[in-house]
């Protein structure tokens, strides 16, 4: 091997440097992009604190751009308006340009203040999910009722992009494949389904609250991806009214009613696992329960 002469050992410290520096700048636009850290805060950083290197030596433009809602055309147009080169580091700004950056930034973040809420509603089978859910979507559209995907066949009536994504098993496994979904599952042991996550975030940025009705897997999925989700149980009056409303929706034969009893009784055995619980007594009254619910402001 070679001997090192000293400007070698030189550039190669140097260089070394140069790779630390590089990843605990991706570290910052990471944090930024995965709204861990706010922009505004890494800005301060930068200017009040001399050990923060990986902070001061971000580019405005790397700053600007890992904000999820800003792409790089909006991000070249703002620095334009800030009158910010776009070679410029955070530390290398002067004066005035930190003074319109940071109102650029504090603007923004009273303007995304109010992020929506989320609310999965859960339950055990036929205690009326379904229903409570179609009475929010017609007496409250401003609520994001989120259309889940499904490997099952529509039932007569049901429409594709209202109800459900009808999807073949193959084009699950894709969605599956490019990380689409919050959560999936099997339910009833029979068909997949799964909440795809797009739709919701950008529903949860502009301030719309959203409301997912999923099975008790997929609830237990979100609580782990989105720990600020509220989770709703939804009871019948009694054992006896909901063995009342499966036979009485006449959709699945007396196997499949006797199955999914039993799955319900499971069900029922989690309920305290849930933040709130709703009694579906009456369809208007149940529905408003979850939508006060989904109104009230998170700490
Ligand atoms: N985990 C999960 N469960 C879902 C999703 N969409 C619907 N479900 C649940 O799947 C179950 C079956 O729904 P569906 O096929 O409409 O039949 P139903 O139970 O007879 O109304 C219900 O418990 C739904 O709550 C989803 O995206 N994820
Ligand atoms: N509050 C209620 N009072 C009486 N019947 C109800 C009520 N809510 C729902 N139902 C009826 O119970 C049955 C099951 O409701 P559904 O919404 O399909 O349940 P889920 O989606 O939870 O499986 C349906 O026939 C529905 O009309």
Do not use: C
Not at 62 to 83: D, H, K, N, V
Not at 224 to 246: C, G, K, N, T
């Amino acid at each position: 091997m070679p001997r090192m002469t000293p400007p070698d050992v030189d550039r190669a410290a140097a260089s070394r440097a140069a790779v630390a520096a590089r990843r605990a700048r991706a570290e910052v636009k990471r944090a930024i992009a995965t709204r861990a850290r706010s922009p505004l805060e890494v800005a301060e950083k930068a200017w009040n604190d001399p050990a923060a290197t990986a902070e001061a030596s971000l580019r405005v433009r790397e700053l600007l751009s890992s904000i999820p809602t800003l792409g790089p055309t909006r991000t070249a147009r703002i620095m334009e308006r800030l009158g910010i080169a776009e070679s410029k580091r955070l530390g290398g700004l002067g004066v005035r340009q930190r003074v319109r950056l940071r109102n650029f930034l504090e603007a923004r973040e009273d303007r995304s203040a109010r992020r929506g809420n989320l609310l999965v509603l859960a339950g055990p089978t036929a205690v009326g999910k379904g229903t409570v859910s179609a009475h929010i979507r017609e007496y409250h559209p401003d609520v994001l009722l989120s259309i889940s995907a499904t490997t099952r066949p529509p039932r007569p009536g049901e429409e594709h992009g209202r109800h459900y994504y009808f999807v073949s098993d193959e084009e699950f496994d894709r969605m599956l494949e490019r990380h689409e979904f919050l959560e999936w599952a099997t339910v009833h042991n029979a068909y997949r389904y799964g909440t795809p996550r797009p739709p919701i975030d950008a529903a949860l940025d502009s301030g719309r609250d959203v409301l997912l009705e999923i099975d008790l897997q997929g609830a237990r999925q979100v609580r782990q991806a989105m720990p600020q989700a509220q989770l709703v149980f939804l009871l019948p009056p009694s054992w006896e009214e909901l063995v009342r409303r499966l036979i009485g929706r006449g959709t699945e034969t007396s196997e499949e009613q006797a199955r999914r009893l039993e799955t319900a009784k499971i069900e029922l055995a989690a309920q305290d696992e849930f933040d709130y619980r709703v009694v579906n007594d009456e369809v208007g009254r149940a529905a408003q329960e979850v939508v006060d619910l989904l109104a009230a402001p998170r700490d």
